[in-house]
């Protein structure tokens, strides 16, 4: 008996430095370098919530350590906060700026140092490039821009389509696809213009859409001169469906506008969080208002997912940025907004919503999903 408990309690102490060390918790890096300054200020700041947040819900076998950088809209600024972040120390994954060109900047240095970049950017051209350390948590333009054009041809039944883009590299990656897709149903833009961002009167380039005599009008703006343009139509009385991109969904673009102005008036997202609908969807709204005292949109929700994500790869096992992109290309992931899994570029996210607005309220309704737009999660 003497000997069967000596050997007990050798046992019970050789095990235990190994039990203490897979206790003990796992540091964790994830830098967030987001614009929330300029023109993309609304949508950035969404972006760092959504990271924050998930952040601060991390598996409690995890401490993150993070930073948030305001990378505003250069290249440079962008390419610079990442380069500071990846030589300040041990970083697992970068939370990585929404707008293209920046993106497009930063694949280059996350391919050198392979570390993998987690973004909601929708420009198309950033999971284009082989790259295999960016990982896209929105639907990009290939998914969003097909619920866009067919839920106009297809559930309103319009066929004469006005369209008003950005020049900005969303603006033109968003044009291409929705031609493309309406060129499937063999249609074409009536009338088509791209906008600078800096244009505050949308009275010339309505005027010139409404002489083509569309029967709607398809935007892909960001989110400030979405509201413009939207006000302006409702004061000029248009009286067609405007169908807008995922700007027209954040919450605080809304809030620029009356109820009435938004009447009619839909858009395309991966998802409404201020419209609820689920359990996990009203906790993480009631979350997020508790912490940031806003209303979040998609883009807050798709960058929370994402975030998860890295963080439940880290917490099963994976150390290095390197293991953590390749747990993000082979795993599969059930998050708040949809199921998230890699198409072998990086694109994460592949169903989009379209949600409307009544005239009452500025809060939409969901009124169609399109899931699995591009096949990639059928086993």
């Known amino acids: 008996m003497r000997y069967s408990w000596l050997t007990g309690l050798a046992a019970l102490l050789m095990l235990s430095p190994v039990h203490a060390q897979q206790s003990a918790p796992v540091h964790v890096g994830i830098p967030v370098l987001v614009p929330i300054t300029g023109f993309l200020s609304l949508e950035g700041t969404s972006q760092r919530n959504g990271a924050v947040l998930a952040i601060r819900n991390a598996p409690p076998n995890l401490r993150v350590q993070y930073d948030v950088v305001d990378t505003s809209v250069s290249p440079e600024g962008a390419v610079n906060a990442l380069e500071r972040a990846l030589d300040r120390g041990s970083v697992s994954a970068v939370v990585a700026s929404m707008l293209g060109t920046q993106m497009l900047a930063m694949l280059p240095i996350a391919l050198e140092r392979k570390v993998p970049l987690i973004t909601v950017s929708g420009t198309a051209q950033i999971t284009e490039m082989g790259n295999p350390y960016v990982f896209r948590f929105f639907p990009g333009d ?184 390749r747990a993000l290309a082979d795993m599969r992931y059930e998050g708040i907004a949809m199921t998230y899994k890699s198409d072998g570029r990086g694109n994460m996210a592949h169903s989009a919503v379209i949600m409307c607005f009544d005239g009452r309220t500025r809060v939409p309704k969901v009124v169609k999903r399109y899931d699995n737009i591009t096949g990639a999660l059928t086993p």
């Open 142 to 325: 290939d998914v969003t821009k097909v619920a866009h054009v067919r839920y106009a041809v297809e559930e309103l039944g319009l066929r004469r389509l006005a369209l008003v883009y950005q020049t900005t590299a969303y603006g033109q990656s968003g044009r291409r696809h929705i031609v493309e897709n309406l060129a499937k149903h063999g249609l074409s833009p009536v009338f088509e213009e791209a906008l600078e961002v800096q244009v505050r009167d949308m009275l010339p380039v309505l005027s010139k859409a409404m002489a083509a005599n569309p029967d709607g009008i398809l935007i892909h703006l960001h989110s400030g001169p979405t509201a413009l343009f939207i006000r302006q139509a409702a004061a000029m009385g248009v009286g067609i469906p405007i169908i807008a991109g995922s700007a027209m969904h954040q919450p605080p673009t809304a809030a620029l506008l009356e109820p009435e102005e938004l009447r009619g008036v839909c858009a395309e997202a991966n998802a409404s969080p201020v419209s609820g609908g689920t359990p996990e969807m009203e906790r993480f709204l009631q979350q997020y208002r508790e912490m940031f005292s806003v209303e979040p949109d998609g883009f807050a929700l798709g960058q929370y997912d994402g975030t998860m994500m890295v963080l439940e790869a880290v917490s099963k096992g994976a150390r290095t940025a390197a293991e953590v992109a």
